[in-house]
Every structure is written in structure tokens, then in C-alpha cells.
């Protein structure tokens, strides 16, 4: 199958400036202008996962490998009672909890919300800064911060996942590859974890899928739960992502319909589980 550059050869909104820093506030501001979403859109796919895989696994408490973790999005939505447009709010420069160099302050606005205390989220993402913050702010618990798309895992970061129950992703596969899942997956295959990924159009899931396929995991497209992504940042992006659909025959619709770009869901699950 015909694969797409992960910056669509310069013609996709960078934000990697904002992805190292010691504070999330850039990343918030940057990602709120383009109304990346996502991880909200997520939260309601992975929450009764969440549940169903526990159900499955017979767990009261769960292990999850977040994936492109950075400064602990999706751990924050998914642990605490609280939403994307709340941190949003709060990345606001001045008035804003965390847009202040405060950590205390950070981690109180976290610990002051209802949160649920059955996951234990490990961070994946070699942007280490981002990574710091999330466990300092208390979001995750620990993290891998090796890029496993050119290098090994090491043995004590393989030692903090190896019990792992669930993988999850939310906007970085493009950046990720089958490499990293194969390294991934290496490390935790003992435990047979369920992987589930939202995929960004134009990108594609197949040799991830096919990697995961090699561990006794079947890899189902589950069409109705696609989400929107973001809002696309230009016409000369949108007409890059739809013609990269076009070559890859993707269904476009909803990019034609909408100024939103949308993201694929896969779940991957060990062979003989039902899926749906
Ligand atoms: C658009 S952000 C998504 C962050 C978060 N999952 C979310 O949805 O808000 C992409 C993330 O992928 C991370 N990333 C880039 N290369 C990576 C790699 N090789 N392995 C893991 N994460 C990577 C970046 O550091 C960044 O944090």
C-alpha cells in the first residue's frame, strides 16, 4: 500500500514547536486555534473501552501505554472529570492555572476534580520535557521517553510496561510507526494488551496492523466511530490531505463536507475475542 510522509512533504500544520516544552500552554493555544479535539472526541471511544476491556480481562484496575502521550492529554480527560475546552480555558495566557510556572498549581487544578483512581497511564513520547511535566503535574505515572522508531527500548523502561493492559493513541501515528509498535508490542506482549489507535487522515494503519497481526492481535476499522481531528489550517492543506486521500482511496466525505479533518478508529484485539 502507498504511504504519505509523516509532515505530507511540508505541506501539514507543524506543530512541533510546540511539543518539548516544559509547560503546555503553547501546545494548548496552538492546538485550540485549529480546534484539535481528539482527545475529547476519544475520551467517549476509550471510556467504554476502558470498561469493556476491564470486563474482559477481569480487572478492577487497568494499565494503559498512552501512545504520543505528551503532556498528558489524554490522561487528564480520561482520569479526571473534566474536559478538553476546560484546559483549553485554562492555557489562556495570564489568567489562565496552566499558563502559570507553577507546578502546584497545576497539579491542584487536577486534584482538586473527581478522578477515577482505577488507571495507571504510562506516557510513551520522546519529547522528554512534555513527558516531565505530565508526571510532575500528576497525570501519569511514569514514562518512556526512548524513540522507539530508531532505537530500543531500554530494560527498566520495558520493565514499567510489561504488565500493560492497554494501548492507546491520539494524533501522533504518522510520527509513529510499525517500528515503534513492534518494539511496543515486544516489550508487553505478555500480557496481550488491547491496542486501540485514532488514526489522522491521510495516514495510514495497515503495516501497523499487520505488525500487530504477527502477535495474535486481529485489527478491526471501526467506521462509525471515526471522529473529527482538527480543522484543516489552509486550503493548500486541505487540497494536499484530499488528494493524498484520493491516491490512497479513502473516503473523503466527510473532509469535502465539513473543514474538519477526521481520524480513523482501529482496535486491535487478541484473536477470539469479539470486537464489537
Ligand atoms: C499532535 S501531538 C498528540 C499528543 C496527544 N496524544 C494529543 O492528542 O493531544 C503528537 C505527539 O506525538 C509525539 N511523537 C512524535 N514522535 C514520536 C515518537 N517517535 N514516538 C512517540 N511519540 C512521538 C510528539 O512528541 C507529540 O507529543
Same mark, same amino acid.
Given at each position: 500500500?502507498k504511504?504519505?510522509?509523516h509532515?505530507?512533504?511540508?505541506s501539514?500544520?507543524?506543530?512541533t514547536?510546540t511539543y518539548?516544552n516544559?509547560w503546555?500552554d503553547r501546545y494548548?493555544r496552538a492546538?485550540?486555534?485549529?480546534?484539535?479535539i481528539?482527545?475529547q472526541?476519544?475520551?467517549?471511544?476509550?471510556?467504554?473501552?476502558i470498561?469493556?476491556?476491564?470486563?474482559? +480481562?477481569?480487572k478492577?484496575?487497568?494499565?494503559?501505554?498512552?501512545v504520543g502521550?505528551?503532556?498528558? $492529554?489524554?490522561?487528564?480527560l480520561?482520569s479526571? +472529570?473534566?474536559?478538553?475546552?476546560e484546559?483549553?480555558?485554562?492555557?489562556?495566557?495570564?489568567t489562565?492555572?496552566?499558563?502559570?510556572?507553577?507546578?502546584?498549581?497545576?497539579?491542584a487544578?487536577?486534584?482538586?476534580?473527581p478522578?477515577?483512581?482505577?488507571l495507571?497511564?504510562?506516557?510513551?513520547?520522546p519529547s522528554k520535557?512534555?513527558?516531565e511535566y505530565?508526571?510532575?503535574?500528576? %497525570?501519569?505515572?511514569?514514562?518512556?521517553?526512548?524513540n522507539?522508531?530508531h532505537?530500543?527500548?531500554?530494560?527498566?523502561?520495558?520493565?514499567? $510496561?510489561?504488565?500493560a493492559d492497554?494501548i492507546i493513541s491520539?494524533?501522533?501515528?504518522?510520527y509513529?510507526t510499525?517500528?515503534?509498535?513492534?518494539?511496543?508490542?515486544?516489550?508487553?506482549?505478555?500480557?496481550?494488551p488491547w491496542?486501540?489507535?485514532?488514526?489522522?487522515?491521510?495516514?495510514?494503519?495497515?503495516?501497523?496492523?499487520?505488525? %500487530?497481526?504477527?502477535?495474535?492481535?486481529?485489527?478491526?476499522?471501526?467506521?462509525e466511530?471515526?471522529?473529527?481531528? +482538527?480543522r484543516?489550517?489552509?486550503?493548500?492543506e486541505k487540497?494536499v490531505i @484530499?488528494?493524498a486521500?484520493?491516491?490512497?482511496?479513502?473516503?473523503?466525505?466527510?473532509e469535502?463536507?465539513t473543514s474538519?479533518?477526521?481520524?480513523?478508529f482501529h @482496535?486491535?484485539?487478541?484473536?477470539?475475542?469479539p470486537?464489537?
Amino acid at each position: 500500500m502507498k504511504e504519505v510522509r509523516h509532515d505530507l512533504n511540508g505541506s501539514k500544520h507543524d506543530f512541533t514547536p510546540t511539543y518539548n516544552n516544559r509547560w503546555p500552554d503553547r501546545y494548548l493555544r496552538a492546538h485550540r486555534q485549529l480546534d484539535y479535539i481528539i482527545p475529547q472526541q476519544a475520551k467517549s471511544v476509550f471510556e467504554p473501552l476502558i470498561e469493556r476491556c476491564m470486563q474482559a +480481562r477481569q480487572k478492577t484496575r487497568l494499565k494503559i501505554i498512552d501512545v504520543g502521550c505528551s503532556y498528558g $492529554i489524554n490522561a487528564s480527560l480520561l482520569s479526571h +472529570r473534566i474536559s478538553l475546552d476546560e484546559l483549553y480555558v485554562e492555557a489562556a495566557p495570564r489568567t489562565g492555572v496552566l499558563s502559570t510556572r507553577d507546578i502546584d498549581k497545576h497539579r491542584a487544578y487536577f486534584t482538586d476534580r473527581p478522578r477515577r483512581g482505577d488507571l495507571s497511564i504510562i506516557g510513551l513520547d520522546p519529547s522528554k520535557r512534555a513527558v516531565e511535566y505530565a508526571m510532575r503535574a500528576g %497525570l501519569i505515572e511514569a514514562a518512556v521517553t526512548s524513540n522507539l522508531e530508531h532505537q530500543d527500548i531500554s530494560d527498566s523502561e520495558a520493565e514499567l $510496561i510489561r504488565d500493560a493492559d492497554l494501548i492507546i493513541s491520539t494524533g501522533c501515528i504518522g510520527y509513529v510507526t510499525d517500528r515503534t509498535f513492534r518494539r511496543l508490542y515486544t516489550a508487553t506482549a505478555a500480557s496481550r494488551p488491547w491496542v486501540a489507535s485514532f488514526v489522522m487522515h491521510p495516514f495510514t494503519y495497515s503495516a501497523i496492523a499487520e505488525t %500487530l497481526t504477527g502477535f495474535g492481535l486481529a485489527t478491526q476499522e471501526m467506521p462509525e466511530l471515526l471522529q473529527r481531528q +482538527r480543522r484543516f489550517s489552509t486550503q493548500k492543506e486541505k487540497r494536499v490531505i @484530499l488528494n493524498a486521500m484520493k491516491m490512497l482511496k479513502m473516503d473523503d466525505r466527510f473532509e469535502r463536507s465539513t473543514s474538519y479533518i477526521y481520524a480513523s478508529f482501529h @482496535l486491535s484485539v487478541p484473536t477470539g475475542i469479539p470486537v464489537g
